[in-house]
């Protein structure tokens, strides 16, 4: 019997299996690298071993670290969550080698499922229908040319050995088709050190589905019904529901029909997911996924089986515990991921410091950050799963909405506000989505501010900020004086002078106070238009902003040189630039090109002396599992190199420098 299990993993997932662990009885040990010395997980599971440096490689995709702190330990099993070693089939076996208890499939089933080449000749076998394309794998950038001009365009490249939507290029067009063979093999290469590819026509405007299996290891597989996961970017699972209601009742029992035949097939042990791509009455084959889901909370909401409880239960060889005819589903429930990323930049990730986080009490959260935590950009930069649940889909994205209503996140991009633009959509509300819909609604989307709104939010900013940063000894009579008066302030103008400004993205506010009193009653302008309020603060960081024409709930935190306000749906966030500095400014003739973000050069194409256009590709960088290409901003020529492949580097460090010609 189970009586301590390691988990190997990080952040949520590591959170979440602790917790099932703790309810069974179970001793849980954590890892961690020491990047992640102080973070929640390692907080929240007590005992926990440093398996090696910052980078994944050093330490939670090292294999016999997390061995060895499993056996000094004395751990009876490992339990490798998602993603890392999961799908590992090497660490399987050493698991088993080492006398430990893998909680997971047995290394041959992660061979066979775990290559999507392999896992396609099963699916052949087991009578499923797959996507037409190549029967195996390929390695040879010839052959993987001639195949695809042989397929009719669109195609899809996939890394063989890839997984979680990461690996995947789509080819319109001939253009380039060398280069797009090449980067796809080197993306396969880096996230997965296999750099094989399997090409498959690309089937656009498709549902895509899933099925949860379980199996015993014995031939005796069960179902716990689908999941609805159209709603991705760049092949990435943004929004997740079960069930999935589009389906008809023989479309739905084909489905999971196929997905237990695959299981069985090869006996296959533990939970798996088989996904499908639905077009129509038809589908298709797309992969499986042998392990446990990031969204497997939808599945737990509608049948109410814990799934780690489940995953252990048949490591340990006791069985499921129930039979199928005893799963059924009960109501609806969504999820929705939470991501360190600006919408309005690309999605670029965001690291850093997560100022303050807090989290609606009515829905399930799990997350794997606190308040105070950094995202690093180390890892996947995923702050939170919020999960809704209700008796209809209509119930559950009303849940979902308010809740994420009332997440406030302060210190860090995030895509809450794309997240809840996304559930409002049309299409999303009606069902009308496949795997295309953010892609077609992204032109449509943009973060844009409500004028008005946005103003009073700037407003009580500016109010916050002049009654908690006053710089005493400035020179400045607006920063120091405790209770100040329109004339002290505009004695030399007949108009306000604009004293500070707030900026968001390319949007600015000048700010120009005219008279605020010790119980904060505060006249000022903003680009002109003046204001009057008084704020009562109503808890921590709440304040209620009352305005001539209106009241307005508001969640603020004043920083010296940033500000954070969230009210209804709309978070910005301030950046203060005062208009009367105490310091002179600095200026370079250089043209500095800095790293967008904390990551590892992985190739410099340029070298020094070199002649440079704008927009010229000067180095590619990897932060976050993605490559970010920094270009040259101006025509020049290149004086300095401040780095080289293979070096680490920190966001805003200069990386280029480029002498304007």
């Known amino acids: 019997m189970i009586k301590r299990i390691l988990i190997a993993n990080r952040g949520e997932i590591?959170?979440?299996?602790?917790?099932?662990?703790?309810?069974?009885?179970?001793?849980?040990?954590?890892?961690?690298?020491?990047?992640?010395?102080?973070s929640r997980h390692v907080r929240e599971i007590g005992r926990a071993i440093l398996v090696g440096g910052p980078l994944a490689s050093d330490s939670y995709l090292n294999i016999q670290s997390v061995i060895n702190a499993a056996k000094n330990a004395a751990c009876d099993a490992i339990h490798p969550g998602y993603g890392f070693l999961s799908e590992n089939?090497?660490?399987?076996?050493?698991?088993?080698?080492?006398?430990?208890?893998?909680?997971?499939?047995?290394?041959?089933?992660?061979?066979?499922?775990?290559?999507?080449?392999?896992?396609?000749?099963?699916?052949?076998?087991?009578?499923?229908?797959?996507?037409?394309?190549?029967?195996?794998?390929?390695?040879?950038?010839?052959?993987?040319?001639?195949?695809?001009?042989?397929?009719?365009?669109?195609?899809?490249l996939k890394a063989a050995a890839g997984g979680g939507g990461k690996g995947m290029r789509v080819l319109n067009d001939l253009n380039n088709l060398e280069s797009d063979i090449a980067s796809a093999m080197s993306e396969a290469l880096r996230a997965f050190s296999d750099d094989a590819i399997l090409i498959e026509q690309c089937?656009?405007?498709?549902?895509?589905?899933?099925?949860?299996?379980?199996?015993?290891?014995?031939?005796?597989?069960?179902?716990?019904?689908?999941?609805?996961?159209?709603?991705?970017?760049?092949?990435?699972?943004?929004?997740?529901?079960?069930?999935?209601?589009?389906?008809?009742p023989e479309l739905r029992d084909s489905l999971l029909s196929a997905a237990c035949r695959l299981g069985a097939q090869i006996q296959y042990r533990g939970l798996g997911t088989v996904?499908?791509?639905?077009?129509?009455?038809?589908?298709?084959f797309l992969e499986v996924n042998p392990r446990l889901q990031v969204e497997h909370p939808v599945t737990e909401g509608i049948t109410g089986i814990d799934l780690v409880e489940l995953q252990i239960r048949i490591a340990d060889g006791v069985g499921f515990g129930f039979n199928q005819q005893d799963i059924s589903v009960n109501g609806h429930a969504i999820e929705v991921r939470l991501y360190a990323e600006s919408p309005t930049q690309q999605f670029m990730p965001s690291t850093g410091v997560?100022?303050?986080?807090?989290?609606?009490?009515?829905?399930?959260?799990?997350?794997?950050?606190?308040?105070?935590?950094?995202?690093?950009?180390?890892?996947?930069?995923?702050?939170?799963?919020?999960?809704?649940?209700?008796?209809?889909?209509?119930?559950?994205?009303?849940?979902?909405?308010?809740?994420?209503?009332?997440?406030?996140?302060?210190?860090?991009?995030?895509?809450?506000?794309?997240?809840?633009?996304?559930?409002?959509?049309?299409?999303?509300?009606?069902?009308?989505?496949?795997?295309?819909?953010?892609?077609?609604?992204?032109?449509d989307y943009a973060e844009i501010l409500e004028p008005q709104l946005a103003k009073k939010q700037a407003a009580v900013a500016?109010?916050?900020?002049?009654?908690?940063?006053?710089?005493?000894?400035?020179?400045?009579?607006?920063?120091?004086?405790?209770?100040?008066?329109?004339?002290?302030?505009?004695?030399?103008?007949?108009?306000?002078?604009?004293?500070?400004?707030?900026?968001?993205?390319?949007?600015?506010?000048?700010?120009?106070?005219?008279?605020?009193?010790?119980?904060?009653?505060?006249?000022?302008?903003?680009?002109?238009?003046?204001?009057?309020?008084?704020?009562?603060?109503?808890?921590?960081?709440?304040?209620?902003?009352e305005f001539e024409d209106s009241q307005l709930p508001i969640t603020?935190?004043?920083?010296?040189?940033?500000?954070?306000?969230?009210?209804?749906?709309?978070?910005?966030?301030?950046?203060?630039?005062?208009?009367?500095?105490?310091?002179?400014?600095?200026?370079?003739?250089?043209?500095?090109?800095?790293?967008?973000?904390?990551?590892?050069?992985?190739?410099?194409?340029?070298?020094?002396?070199?002649?440079?256009?704008?927009?010229?590709?000067?180095?590619?960088?990897?932060?976050m599992k993605m490559q970010l290409q920094i270009v040259a901003v101006s025509s020049g020529i290149i004086s300095t190199i401040h780095c080289k492949a293979g070096d680490n580097v920190a966001r805003g460090a200069v990386v280029v420098d480029v002498d304007a010609e």
């Open 14 to 38: 590591a959170c979440r299996i602790a917790r099932t662990c703790r309810r069974l009885g179970i001793a849980v040990v954590g890892i961690y690298s020491e990047a992640d010395k102080n």
């Open 89 to 156: 089939p090497e660490f399987a076996d050493a698991v088993e080698s080492a006398g430990l208890i893998f909680i997971g499939p047995r290394a041959d089933s992660l061979r066979r499922f775990g290559d999507k080449s392999a896992a396609k000749k099963e699916a052949v076998n087991a009578n499923v229908n797959v996507i037409p394309g190549s029967e195996q794998k390929l390695t040879d950038p010839q052959a993987i040319a001639a195949c695809v001009k042989g397929m009719q365009l669109p195609v899809m």
């Open 203 to 248: 089937i656009t405007n498709a549902r895509h589905v899933e099925v949860q299996i379980a199996g015993d290891g014995d031939g005796n597989v069960v179902h716990l019904f689908e999941r609805e996961c159209s709603l991705q970017r760049r092949h990435q699972k943004v929004i997740e529901e079960a069930p999935a209601i589009f389906l008809t």
């Open 275 to 284: 996904e499908f791509l639905v077009v129509g009455k038809d589908y298709y």
């Open 354 to 443: 997560i100022d303050s986080i807090e989290f609606p009490s009515q829905l399930r959260i799990e997350t794997g950050v606190d308040s105070g935590d950094t995202v690093s950009s180390y890892y996947d930069p995923m702050i939170a799963k919020l999960i809704a649940t209700g008796a209809s889909r209509a119930q559950a994205l009303e849940r979902l909405q308010l809740g994420l209503a009332e997440t406030v996140i302060f210190g860090l991009d995030n895509n809450r506000h794309f997240l809840r633009q996304l559930l409002l959509y049309d299409e999303v509300q009606a069902d009308r989505i496949d795997t295309g819909t953010i892609d077609r609604w992204l032109p």
């Open 462 to 545: 500016a109010a916050l900020w002049l009654d908690q940063h006053r710089d005493m000894a400035s020179k400045n009579p607006w920063k120091r004086t405790a209770v100040f008066t329109q004339w002290s302030l505009n004695s030399i103008a007949d108009t306000p002078l604009h004293t500070l400004v707030l900026k968001h993205n390319d949007n600015e506010w000048n700010i120009a106070f005219l008279s605020m009193d010790a119980h904060l009653l505060v006249s000022l302008t903003i680009n002109d238009e003046r204001f009057d309020l008084t704020l009562q603060q109503t808890s921590n960081n709440v304040y209620l902003a």
């Open 556 to 623: 603020a935190v004043a920083y010296s040189d940033v500000i954070y306000t969230q009210s209804n749906s709309q978070q910005i966030t301030f950046e203060v630039l005062p208009v009367v500095s105490d310091k002179q400014g600095e200026s370079d003739a250089n043209n500095n090109v800095i790293a967008p973000m904390m990551g590892e050069i992985i190739n410099v194409l340029v070298e020094v002396g070199e002649t440079v256009e704008a927009g010229q590709l000067l180095i590619v960088m990897e932060s």
